[in-house]
């Protein structure tokens, strides 16, 4: 079964901390996506990768960055934490091209910022 | 601005029912729609896809409705179940998006027995 995993299901961090949210796909695909979903809003993007060590900003990459070392791993770094980045954040992985059956994803990671 | 509507925040269907949820679009651009379905605690899940070459796309109970003109599709489900009760995220590419998905703010079914 194909599969994207996320690290941490819950998490709750202070204001300032450093947070890293981690991500790992077993299913070769090239192209990595974070999205953060708010009641509302749906899903957003914050970054994408379509190799390793290829990142693109998304919609709104503000306080965020990634790192994408190895094709199977992609991580979310809060560099500051904030309470406006409560959130529930979800990672998905796809195949090149985009015609396809969109994207996997992950659980979800939903994290807290007090 | 939202490129991708879904104005019904929520919907509540009777059991064996048909429920329809709606999503609109503004960028004439995007050329492929996808349907997805989430549950609490879980990621979205794809559900149906459909291609701008076409107007309609059926799988099983799910069958999503395309107007071009009227930048405007629709998910129907019939019978309607109680476990198909989730938020459903209408979602849309364009070529020049790249691998890209332009996802609706959702719209959460319940369905009662």
């Known amino acids: 079964d194909v599969k994207v995993t996320q690290s941490s299901r819950y998490l709750v961090k202070r204001t300032g901390e450093k947070v890293f949210l981690e991500c790992v796909q077993d299913?070769?695909?090239?192209?990595m996506f974070w999205y953060r979903q708010d009641p509302g809003l749906g899903l957003r993007l914050i970054y994408f990768?379509?190799?390793?060590?290829?990142?693109e900003k998304g919609d709104i990459p503000e306080g965020y960055s990634v790192s994408r070392e190895k094709k199977e791993r992609f991580s979310l770094i809060l560099e500051s934490a904030s309470t406006n980045q409560t959130s529930m954040y979800l990672c998905?992985?796809?195949?090149?091209?985009?015609?396809?059956?969109?994207?996997?994803f992950g659980s979800g990671t939903r994290l807290t910022v007090v | 601005d939202q490129q991708v509507k879904q104005n019904s925040p929520s919907l509540s269907v009777q059991e064996g029912r048909i429920s329809i949820l709606n999503c609109d679009y503004t960028?004439?651009?995007?050329?492929?729609f996808l349907w997805y379905k989430k549950y609490p605690a879980e990621g979205p899940t794809f559900l149906i896809s459909?291609?701008?070459?076409?107007d309609k796309n059926e799988d099983g109970r799910f069958t999503v409705f395309l107007n071009k003109s009227a930048k405007h599709l629709s998910l129907h489900i019939v019978p309607s179940q109680p476990g198909d009760s989730a938020v459903y995220f209408c979602?849309?590419?364009?070529?020049?998006?790249?691998?890209?998905?332009?996802f609706g703010p959702g719209t959460r079914l319940s369905v009662l027995p």
């Open positions: 998905a992985s796809s195949l090149g091209g985009r015609l396809n059956y969109g994207y996997t």
């Open positions: 299913m070769d695909h090239e192209n």
């Open positions: 990768s379509y190799d390793v060590k290829m990142k």
């Open positions: 960028n004439s651009m995007f050329d492929y």
């Open positions: 459909i291609s701008s070459i076409k």
């Open positions: 979602a849309a590419s364009a070529a020049n998006y790249g691998q890209n998905f332009v």
